[in-house]
């Protein structure tokens, strides 16, 4: 007996959790979102998917070409700008036509999806300007707070996007020669940009979200971990330096 009513109320707490997550915040048509990294990819991806939705888009390209492409591919709400992160003067200029394109509504949700990762490696075998590379993409620009867009209105949703476990870029013998690593394959896109979606659309957000089977059932426990551990099994996906096997402290 203790068993079907454990049941029962095991499925009834996975019925009221699929409704709770499917419900969606109204009047997508009045939110403004600003999507980073637009040019192709993941920012591609999730602009032309929210614009689809119904938000008023604002996407930034690093490119021309890329901005003309994406604004064919998407309806007349959608906007773009040229943006690029390492030089303060675009962002100043794109938080200056952001701030005018939302006026007094405010911006719904930003997506920092513009960033590197490549090189990525043991820390001996980067040179500084490596570090130098993926800082000032990833962090230095953003730590500009005067040129920040700010919200007017309600809480502002921030969705950095992240790849999932099983987009993780090449790392042999190439790594030292900075070469552009191959774009993540069309049908792990979604993958991404459905939970960066869920993030500015549902009702409920997850206070934490994992992209991909591989996160869910690797990553995401492994982070829980000791660190020992953590570096045995990660020593088992990645490679390490000649002659050196990940030991326990």
């Known amino acids: 007996m203790w068993l079907y009513l454990a049941a029962v109320l095991v499925g009834l707490y996975l019925l009221w959790r699929w409704h709770r997550e499917r419900q969606m915040v109204p009047r997508l048509s009045e939110k403004y979102v600003l999507v980073t990294g637009c040019d192709s990819g993941f920012g591609n991806l999730l602009a032309r998917q929210l614009d689809a939705r119904g938000l008023r888009v604002l996407a930034a390209c690093l490119t021309g070409t890329g ?50 990762a490549i090189p990525t490696a043991p820390n001996e075998w980067l040179t500084k300007d490596d570090f130098v590379k993926v800082l000032d993409v990833n962090l230095i620009e953003l730590l500009d707070r005067e040129d920040r867009p700010r919200n007017g209105g309600e809480g502002l949703r921030a969705a950095p996007s992240k790849n999932p476990g099983s987009l993780r870029p090449p790392l042999p013998g190439d790594l030292c020669q900075k070469q552009r690593p191959a774009a993540p394959p069309e049908q792990l896109l979604p993958v991404v940009t459905s939970v960066v979606a869920h993030v500015l659309l549902a009702r409920f957000p997850h206070s934490r979200y994992a992209a991909g089977w591989d996160a869910g059932l690797t990553f995401l426990p492994l982070s829980y971990c000791p660190a020992w551990l953590t570096a045995a099994a990660i020593g088992l996906l990645l490679p390490v330096p000649a002659r050196g096997t990940p030991t326990r402290p």
Do not use: F
């Open 67 to 116: 901005a003309t492409q994406l604004r064919a591919a998407a309806s007349p709400r959608l906007q773009t700008v040229l943006l690029d992160v390492t030089s303060s003067q675009s962002i100043a200029a794109a938080t200056a036509w952001v701030r005018e394109c939302v006026g007094d509504r405010g911006l719904w949700g930003l997506v920092n999806n513009a960033g590197i």
